[in-house]
């Protein structure tokens, strides 16, 4: 008997490695180290706030001050009475950053369609980078110290930054169809992690000097980093005469790569309320509109997922070092490099969950099960002892259950869901359905950020766990009528090769 069109993916994982050639390693190389550069340097800053905080706060309550230091040199850096006031404000920045981060990522999704991407991302690490200089390291070295200075930086920085993930995610959406992607986009989706640890790592080498230079390190690098981007990249294969997704000869497999995540192989085409594919007599793709993108079945719901999600993650990214560092007493320096173990629990589970996503070809329920897990790993973590081993541990199966999910959401699950079949295969729609749902989650990150320097201020941290758990929760909650769908289709396809056999 015929099977249904769910059922006849199976081979689809077989020819990942015979397409590949070496112009995908090197699109995967140059997209995952520019992104890396990007995550770097935002690391940098939450792995230098207590020094921050430290040069801004009277030497009175500065411990660490140099005690021969000019009262006139001191006193133009003294911005705030006391180190809770400075905490508060780094978190503002943190917040700042989020959201303008957050409008970026709607613009830039928009602007990488109809831009050439290589453009974009290039002009958007160089530029942060310059920025990133100014702000750290240029207004130590000339002695200027001004909050809202800093707060207009980090603006700028928030939206050239936000030109990275909509333009990489939709470069690796171009070479790497469904074939494998759970597994590939969860490899490749370490980059964050990867740059979070390159930047913790290079942070702690310098810090010794002065915060400035590890501004001025991670600066260089991404902005070098841009140059190569600008020289070496190719943003579709059709650049070097390769044919594009859904153009090969395995028809099969494309044609389940523009599948949406939330069909039903026995829907009706009438139940698609919301077509946005215009009459075009020569089937040349064009970019969808921002309203268009949200109308795609799983945007809105994923967005609004990730929204919650991002806001935890982040908020480990943010404030993990500076956690570690009030909480237990512990130097900077040695919080800054044991924070890089949530960072390899979140490289782990997001190739491993996007793996089994891949076996399974289903995603929402391997994210339920990983965030289910998640919560039991807060509230282990939370209670974790004044003891370094124990803590990493802890930390790195807190980023396995947390990361993992948030990779595999802002990077597979996003060009699943920009190459659906209401917009056949249409690259146009990877980077400002990626820009709709990585911007959402940003808006949730930095609201989440404001909120967690306050809680900590107010109450404890424990309550800030308490609120990781909440917003996990709450994850699950979004997410759950895909869940229950794709556990439905599951069955149904399990029902129907019992039949077949």
Known sequence: MALPGSLRRQPANRGIVSRCTHHHVVVFLLTFFSYSLLHASRKTFSNVKVSISSQWTPSCLNSTAPELRPYELWNSSHLFPNPEEATLFLGTLDTIFLFSYAVGLFISGIVGDRLNLRWVLSFGMCSSALVVFFFGTLTEWLHFYNKWFYCCLWVVNGLLQSTGWPCVVAVM???????????????????????NILGAFLASCVLKYGYEYAFLVTASVQFAGGVVVFFGLLTSPKEVGLPELGA????????????????????????????????????QPKAIGFFQACCLPGVVLYSLAYACLKLVNYSFFFWLPFYLSINFGWK????????IWYDVGGIVGGTIQGLISDV?????????????????????YSRSPNNKPINAVLMAITGFFIGGPSNMISSAISADLGRQDLVKGNSEALATVTGIVDGTGSIGAAVGQYLVSLIQEHLEWMW???????????TILFISPLIVREIKLLLHERRLRMLAE
């Open 332 to 339: 900077e320096a040695e919080a800054d490099q044991l924070s």
């Open 248 to 283: 090969d000869e395995d028809g099969a497999v494309e044609e389940d790569a523009n599948r949406p995540l939330m069909s039903n192989d026995d829907a009706d085409d009438d139940d698609l309320n919301c077509s946005i594919q215009a009459p075009d007599a020569d089937n």
């Open 464 to 474: 800030v766990f308490y609120f990781f758990i909440l917003m996990t929760s709450l």
């Open 173 to 195: 959406g171009n070479w790497f169809g469904k074939a494998g992607r759970g597994f590939v986009f969860g490899l490749w989706s370490a980059c964050a992690s990867v740059g």
């Open 360 to 380: 399974l070809q289903k995603r929402a329920p391997v994210l339920a099960i990983s965030l289910l897990f998640a919560v039991g790993s807060l509230f282990g």
